[in-house]
C-alpha cells in the first residue's frame, strides 16, 4: 500500500500492547511483568548502540523500547495494586470494614435469575483502609462491590465506609477482590466540590429528558454524558444486536462532535487556530469529567481526538503517529486496557476512520462523471466512516458473538446523520438545565427526537429476519474474518479497473461461496413461529423454550460436539434469556462452554442436588461433569444458581416450575435421579421436561404431574433419559401428553430408545418423535393446535 501515513509509533505501540496482554491473560506477576520490561529494554538499547540503521532492525529496536516503556509503568502499577492484605484476605472471605472511594457508575447488573425481584449494581471502589481480622492497614487497592438498589445513585468520587464480606475476582482485570455489601452506603464525604458541580449538570440533564417517551428518556443521557441508568431492556438488547450499542455510551464520536463544536465556536469568536486548539482540548477535559473518566471515557476522549486530527482538523499525517501515541499513553495509564475488547474496538474503529474512510472517499468520487463539490466529497466520507470502522472491527466483533450481522452496517449508516444533533443538543441542555430548568424542558426535545430516531433504527433493524449469519467459533472464525477484511481493504483497489466484465466476474466469484454459506430457504430453518424445539445435539439433551421474538430459554446443553449454537442459530435465538442444567452428565453440560462464549452475561442454573459419585453403569456420555462445569462457569467468571422445589424461571409470558428432586435417592443412578423436572407453562405450549430421571424419581412425582395435568392438559413431554427402558409407566400415563420428544443419537451403542419406552408412550396415546430420525424436532403453531415439524 502507497502509505501516506507514518505507522511506525503505532506499530510499536501494537507490539508493546500484545506483549502486555499476553503477560495479563497468563497472570503474570509484577515481578514478571518488569523482568519482561527489563529483557525489552535491553534489546532495544543492544540494537541501538549495534550502529545498523536497516529499517527492520530500528523498527525491532523502537518496538523492544516502547514496550519497555508499557511493560514498566504496568509493572509498576500491578505491583502497587496488588499490596497489602486483601486478596488473601479475599481467599478467606473474610468480613470487614473498608474505607472506599468511589471510581466508576454503578453499573445495573443482569438479574441474578430471570425471576430474581432485585436489581444488584456493581460499583468500581478503590479501598483505602481494610479494618478486618483483628488488623487495620492503609491500601491503596481497585475492589469492585455488590449491591442492592441503594447503591445506584452513590456519588462518584465519595469516601464511604462499608461493611461487606470479601470474595476472590475471578474476572480478569484491575481489581483485586469482590466486595459483597452488607447494607447500603455510608457515605463518610461527598465528591469533590468540582465533581458535585459536575454532577449537577448531569442531574439537571435526566430531570428535563423526565417528559420524553420511554426510548429517548433513556437514551438522551446515555448518548450525551454515558448515564445509561434510564435505558429501557429492550432497547438495550436490539442496539447490542444491532451493533449499535457504541451510541448508548460515550464514544470516540461523541468527543469528536464536542471538539468540532467547540472548535467552530471559538473560530467563530476570532480565536486564533491555536488558542482555539487549546480552549477546545479544555473543553472536552471538562467534557470527560462531566461523563466521569472511567477509562472506557479516557479512552473515547483520546481516539476521538485522534479522529479528528485525521478528518475535520487537516492533519491526516499526524493521524497514526497520534493513534499510537494514544495507545501507548492510555496502556501506561491502565495497563488492563490491553486485555478490553472495548480497547481494541476503540483503537481499531480509529485506525479505519483516519487511514481507510478518506481514501475510500477520494476513490469513489475521483471516478464519479463530474468533478464532486467539497460538500460532496465530504458527505461521502461521512457515510464511510461507519463502514471503515465496522470493516477494522469485524474480526474482534466475530470472536465475542460468533455471528456477523447483516444488518449493523446500514443501521449504524442510517443512525449517524442523528447522533451529532442529538448529542449538540444535548449539550445545550446540559448547560441550561441549572440555570432554566423550564427552558431546559422545551429544548430537550430536539435532542429527543433525533435520538427517538436512532431508537426506531436499532428496533426496526433487530427485527429484520435474518438480519445475522452465524460464523465459525473459535480461531477459524477469526482467520476467516481476517482474510475477509484483507478483501475488503485492498480488494476495492483492482476492481474499478476491471470494467463491466470485471465487476460481474467478481460478483460471480462472491456469490459462489454465499450460495454454499447461506442456506437454501426453508431447509434447516426454524419455522418463524416455533415455540419449543429439542435441538439435535446427537446422543444428549438440549432443548429450547421460546420467551420473545429472537430469544429463549435453554435447558442443557448437549455434549461438547453437539453443536448445541447451530441449535440457537437455526431457531434465531440471538439471546439466551437463561441456561438450565438439568443435571451433571457429559451429555446434557459439555456444550456450555460454547454458549459462554457466545453469550457471556447469561446465567446458569443446576439442580441443587449436585455432589455424587458418578454411576458405574453408562458410558462416556455419563460421565460425571460436576467438576468440568464447575471450571467452564470459573472461567467465564460465573457461579451456577441452585434450584430447588418451589422454585420457578419466569421470562415474560414462559414459567418453569420445578418439580424435583425433592430428596436424594441412592437407587438407581443418584446423578440421573437428581435430574431437574420442569413444568414449563406458555401461552401457547404446556410442557413436561424429564432430564434423565429414572424409574424411582419418576414415580416420586406422579402425584404433582397428575395434579398439574388436571389444571391443564400436557400438551408434550420431553421423554427421560434418551428412551431408556428403565421408565415409569405410571408417571406417562399422569402425564398423558400428545406428543413425546426424544433426543436420542443416531446409531447410538446404548439402542435408545428401547422398544418397552415405544411401547409404553404407544399405551399412553403419545405419538413418538425422535431427534436421531428427523433432526431438530419444531413445536409450532397450526390454528388453536400444535404440530410438530420435523427439520428432516
Known sequence: MRSEHDLRLLGAACCGWGVLAVLLALRASATEVLVVALAAAALGGALFLSRVRRALVVGVAFCAVVTALIATAAGGQLAHQRQGPLAELAAERASGTFEAVVTGQPRALEPKGPGAAETRYLVPLTVHRVQARGTRVDVATPVVLIGDGRWRTVPWRARLDVKARLAPSERLGSAQALLVARGGPHVLDGSPPVI?????????????ARNLPDDPRGLVPALVVGDVAAIPTELNDDMSVTGMSHLNAVSGSNVTIVLVAASWCLSWCGLRRRARTMLA?????????????DPSVVRAGAMGIVGLLGTSWGRPKAACPA????????????PWLAVSAGFALSALATLGLVVFAKRWANALTERLPQTPSSKLTHAIELCLIPVAAQA?????????????????????????????????????????????????????????LPAWAISTIAHVAASVPGGSLPWPSGAPGIVLAVILLAALLFGWRIVPWLGLRGWASVTLVALVPAALWLPIPGEGRADPGWLYAQCDVGQGDAALVRTGEQAAILVDTGPE?????GCLDRHGVTRVDAVVLTHL???????????????????????????????????????????????VLRRHGKVAQRLAPGQQIRVGDAVLDVLWPRRALAAGSPVNNASLVLDVATPSVHALMLGDVEREAQAACIGEVTRRAASRPYDLVKVAHHGSANQSAGLYRAASARVGLIGVGEGNDYGHPKESLLSLLAQSGTAVYRTDLSGDLDVVPVGRSLTVEPQR
Open 196 to 208: 458535585a458541580q459536575l454532577e449537577v449538570l448531569r442531574r439537571g440533564l435526566s430531570h428535563a
Open 281 to 293: 482540548l479544555l473543553v472536552v477535559l471538562l467534557y470527560v469529567l462531566v461523563c466521569h473518566p
Open 323 to 334: 493513534l499510537g501515541a494514544a495507545v501507548t499513553l492510555l496502556l501506561m495509564w491502565d
Open 392 to 448: 477494522l472491527c469485524l474480526p474482534i466483533l466475530v470472536a465475542l458473538s460468533g455471528a456477523v450481522s447483516l444488518v449493523s452496517l446500514p443501521a449504524n449508516v442510517l443512525a449517524e446523520p442523528f447522533v451529532a444533533p442529538a448529542t449538540l443538543a444535548g449539550m445545550v441542555v446540559l448547560l441550561v438545565a441549572p440555570l432554566v430548568p423550564a427552558l431546559a424542558d422545551l429544548l430537550v426535545w430536539a435532542s429527543g
Open 561 to 565: 460436539e453437539g453443536d448445541v449454537t
Open 585 to 631: 452428565h457429559a451429555d446434557h453440560v459439555d456444550g456450555l462452554g460454547a454458549v459462554l462464549e457466545r453469550q457471556p452475561s447469561v446465567e446458569v442454573f443446576v439442580t441443587w442436588l449436585t455432589s455424587h459419585s458418578s454411576s458405574p453403569r453408562g458410558g462416556r456420555g455419563e460421565r460425571d461433569a460436576d467438576a468440568q462445569t464447575t471450571q
